[in-house]
Nanobody, 124 residues
Framework: QVQLVESGGGLVQAGGSLRLSCAAS????????MGWFRQAPGKERTSVAA????????FYVDSVKGRFTISRDNAKNTVYLQMNSLKPEDTAVYYC?????????????????WGQGTQVTVAS
């Protein structure tokens, strides 16, 4: 089993910044992709960003390109999501996830383990 613990969510004014962190522990595979997803009330969970094991391949959904940055520290088994220029439409519960693959999966179904989620609220 792999446990994921997210932190860094909160309430911020539009235009502000937040940095989410997600630490993985337990029986992680030797190489794995990590991703961030979000789910707003009444909507499906969607991919926000993903990063492969070595960090050489990164995905961003179009709506966050140029504003969000995903990174990882493999020594700490931690993935980060730096969120700048936040907008009210970024309001959601953000989840991190781990996929036991060297590839860069985008869909939620490809991920094996999930965190409990952290609330991000952007006030207008």
């Amino acid at each position: 089993q792999v446990q994921l613990v997210e932190s860094g969510g909160g309430l911020v004014q539009a235009g502000g910044s937040l940095r989410l962190s997600c630490a993985a522990s337990g029986r992680t595979s030797s190489s794995y992709a990590m991703g961030w997803f979000r789910q707003a009330p009444g909507k499906e969970r969607t991919s926000v960003a993903a990063i492969n094991w070595r960090g050489g391949r990164i995905f961003y959904v179009d709506s966050v390109k140029g504003r969000f940055t995903i990174s990882r520290d493999n020594a700490k088994n931690t993935v980060y999501l730096q969120m700048n220029s936040l907008k009210p439409e970024d309001t959601a519960v953000y989840y991190c996830a781990v996929a036991s693959t060297t590839q860069l999966p985008i869909s939620a179904g490809a991920y094996d383990y999930w965190g409990q989620g952290t609330q991000v609220t952007v006030a207008s």
